[in-house]
């Protein structure tokens, strides 16, 4: 869906949130295949990423390579943090540029959260969709969710858009047990 969009428009813009780096990490790859097939460059940023490109291109460079994405892959401690920055001075926030013109929330693993997690997940949610000029759509992607038609319900308060929930058999891979023996 995200690479439709983005190949319709190249100013649409997407924030990926992954709750752990391990898992951010593993998904960049394949975001990145997808992508790269329209001719966009996704950026992940987390605290190590943006040490590792403040240290190789500079801040301003940082800067211009933040405002000049499309497609950002992150966490939310990384967001929440930079969404702080935001509040107090807009201008600091690195990803300014990013909540402004964001079109395409997507949170994964939103099961993984706990409660106080989540709450501010929720907040995180409200306050993007409130700086963003554009109608934010929120995509929320989990194996096991309690109560879909009541996050659902939120979403719709929070963004002002309807909601559907999409339901399915859980793909299931073949497991093989493999024995080695020495002799």
């Excluded at 460079?61 to 933040?66: H, K």
């Excluded at 399915?168 to 020495?182: A, D, M, W």
């Amino acid at each position: 869906y995200g690479v439709n969009k983005v190949k319709e428009d190249k100013r649409y813009t997407i924030l990926a949130l992954y709750p752990t780096l391990a898992l951010a990490n593993d998904q960049i790859r394949r975001i990145e295949a997808y992508f790269k097939l329209i001719g966009v460059n996704p950026l992940q940023l987390d605290s190590v990423k943006k040490s590792e490109l403040e240290s190789r291109i500079g801040r301003s460079g940082l800067r211009e390579l933040v405002n000049a994405s499309t497609v950002v892959v992150s966490n939310p401690a990384f967001v929440l943090h930079d969404l702080k920055k935001f509040l107090l001075n807009p201008s600091r926030a690195l990803l300014y540029n990013i909540y402004k013109r964001l079109n395409l929330l997507v949170i994964d693993e939103i099961d993984f959260y706990g409660p106080r997690s989540l709450a501010l997940l929720l907040a995180m949610i409200k306050l993007l969709a409130e700086f963003s000029d554009n109608k934010l759509q929120v995509v929320v992607l989990t194996a096991t969710l309690a109560n879909p038609e009541d996050l659902g319900a939120y979403l719709r308060a929070v963004t002002g858009r309807d909601y559907a929930v999409v339901e399915g058999k859980p793909f299931s891979v073949e497991n093989h047990t493999y024995i080695v023996l020495g002799k």
